[in-house]
């Protein structure tokens, strides 16, 4: 069996195409990228490349296009809030997608997924993990290190990845709470405001009934 790789500068495709001896033709055994997606970052940094959707660039949850007016998305995309670079981050799961380049990533085989965690927040260039088990499960994570690029949609991966994101765009709980708080107060010290007026309003108004009663009083005995 003879194959041979063959390349196509005109529609950017590298194919293998295998000789078959029953028909004497070259058969085209793959060729790749397959899709638009394959091509390597075409979506930018935080940039999703989902075929079935239009435009075929997406922004990551959390994340908007970095360029304006007309969009060039090999500039990808960048957060919408700020990261704190400290313990206060946290993390967005993100599920069936295809991992970043693992260029700037770190690899560990018996750490577990909340070592990995812990281990990423300690460092501020840490900006996502992973389990390295393609079945979700098991030790063994990686991290990745500055911008993610090179992701696209991939419903067959079950692998998650959790992204690194500002405390702000999590949700978390104390948001809330702050609410809460904030609305009790000012509508006690609404109440209280009121409550003063009122107190000062009858106060003068009793003040006026005796300074009336007190003159009636005294021109009854004047006469």
């Not at 979506?43 to 490349?49: E, I, R, T």
Request: aromatic share 12%; proline share 2%.
């Amino acid at each position: 069996m003879f194959s041979i790789i063959v390349m196509n500068k005109t529609r950017y495709l590298r194919g293998r195409l295998t000789w078959s001896e029953t028909t004497q033709n070259w058969n085209v055994d793959s060729y790749v990228p397959r899709d638009y997606c394959d091509s390597y970052g075409v979506c930018g940094a935080y940039g999703n490349c989902i075929t079935t959707q239009s435009p075929i660039c997406q922004c990551l949850e959390g994340f908007k296009p970095k360029s304006t007016g007309y969009r060039d998305w090999s500039e990808g995309c960048v957060r919408n809030k700020a990261l704190n670079y400290s313990k206060l981050d946290g993390f967005i799961k993100f599920n069936r997608l295809k991992l970043p380049d693992a260029t700037n990533s770190w690899v560990n085989k018996s750490m577990n997924l909340e070592q990995f965690r812990v281990k990423c927040l300690e460092n501020s260039s840490c900006m996502a993990y992973s389990n390295l088990d393609i079945r979700g499960r098991g030790n063994g994570c990686a991290i990745w290190f500055g911008d993610l690029i090179d992701i696209k949609q991939n419903s067959n991966n079950v692998q998650d990845l959790f992204i690194r994101m500002s405390a702000s765009e999590l949700g978390t709980k104390e948001g809330p709470k702050m609410k809460i708080v904030v609305v009790v107060t000012t509508t006690a010290a609404v109440v209280g405001v009121l409550l003063v007026g009122y107190y000062i309003y009858k106060s003068r108004t009793n003040l006026g009934n005796i300074t009336l009663f007190a003159f009636t009083k005294q021109s009854t005995l004047d006469q």
